[in-house]
């Protein structure tokens, strides 16, 4: 049963898959740090006689986009159109980068700095299980020449968008400077399009004031100084959060556990996973902030577009490697069931 006080009618999560079509054709603009995914799958049939590790017989190599360029992704297999402005090296995985996004049909602003190290995640799987990760990358400010770009960039693009994306992964691009041009920018536009942020802890006091917050659990707890665990946990992390960041919204990824919703520091939901099986989790969150981003576009409210996030994300853990959730699956996923019961954590007046 739901809880009283929560009407899922209200809400307006009985007619949820049918808003699905209204994803199509909505603009995101991305900003953030650009990396490239590199996957080796294979099997594991014996122990090296170097050293006690497992012995990885590579059958099959993948490359794809990750950080900034996976949200992008997402928000294009969900039907809407993103637009990446981002950071590259003067480098080869940079070009297979730019490979990949034209292939993706993604329109794309890519500044080239000749002495930056693109960042590739290396992941080696076996038995659709990670063994392990190795990652080369250059934690690096942005130069002065790129910064100028983004400016001109910000200038030119953001009037066209409802929504902006910052999806920091503390490689650079994301810094003091860049918030103030962003937020400059939005100021000048009518209507003021929504800045929403999948953050990193490092850079935490370079968001405040944007509209939505996007931490995992363990994210927030550092961000606010306290454990973030259980309901009261979280909530508390959450109420720090507003105190230090003034964000207008919050939304707290919780892994098996589903989302917390900070409609405001008085209004909290909690909105349970509708994952059935869970491979591999990354990426979720790059899933979660595209759903969550195609939502609000949509005019939808943030329980609305947290619930189809949930379930975009109940997606993509079921799958190995940066996957994404298109509109297809995600109607069939929230027709499938009842679907999870929304309870309120926390309502104050």
């Not at 790129?146 to 693009?157: I, N, Q």
């Not at 810094?175 to 942020?197: S, T, Y």
């Not at 909290?268 to 059935?276: K, W």
């Not at 595209?290 to 975009?312: E, F, K, P, T, V």
């Amino acid at each position: 049963m739901t809880e009283p006080g929560l009407d899922p009618q209200a809400l307006g999560l009985a007619d949820l898959a049918g808003k699905v079509a209204d994803l199509a054709g909505q603009r995101v603009l991305v900003l953030g740090d650009l990396m490239l995914d590199h996957y080796l799958a294979g099997e594991v049939e014996r122990i090296s006689p170097e050293a006690p590790i497992p012995v990885v017989k590579v059958e099959n190599e993948v490359h794809l986009l990750g950080g900034a360029g996976n949200v992008a992704k997402n928000i294009a297999a969900l039907g809407g159109v993103p637009e990446l402005v981002s950071l590259v090296g003067s480098d080869d995985t940079g070009k297979v980068l730019q490979g990949l996004l034209a292939k993706e049909k993604i329109a794309s602003h890519l500044m080239v700095e000749k002495d930056r190290l693109t960042t590739i995640k290396t992941r080696i799987i076996a038995r659709n299980q990670q063994m392990l990760r190795v990652d080369r990358e250059q934690v690096r400010a942005l130069g002065a020449g790129s910064l100028a770009a983004v400016r001109d960039l910000l200038a030119k693009l953001v009037p066209g968008h409802k929504v902006v994306v910052v999806s920091d992964y503390g490689k650079g691009l994301v810094g003091k400077a860049l918030m103030e041009e962003l937020h400059q920018a939005v100021a000048r536009c009518d209507p003021r399009p929504k800045i929403l942020v999948d953050p990193k802890v490092v850079n935490a006091s370079v968001y405040q004031g944007v509209d939505l917050l996007t931490p995992n659990a363990k994210e927030a707890g550092e961000m606010a100084g306290v454990k973030a665990s259980g309901r009261d946990g979280v909530i508390k992390a959450g109420l720090g959060i507003f105190r230090r960041l003034r964000c207008a919204q919050l939304c707290v990824t919780l892994g098996a556990e589903g989302l917390a919703l900070f409609e405001n520091p008085g209004r909290v939901l909690h909105v349970p996973t509708v994952a059935r099986k869970v491979f591999d989790v990354t990426g979720a969150g790059d899933t979660v902030i595209a759903a969550l981003a195609l939502g609000l576009a949509a005019d939808l409210s943030l329980i609305q577009a947290g619930m189809l996030a949930n379930y975009a994300a109940g997606l993509v853990v079921a799958q190995v490697g940066t996957a994404v959730a298109r509109p297809k699956e995600l109607v069939a996923a929230m027709r499938a069931g009842p679907g999870p019961v929304v309870e309120n954590w926390l309502n104050i007046s």
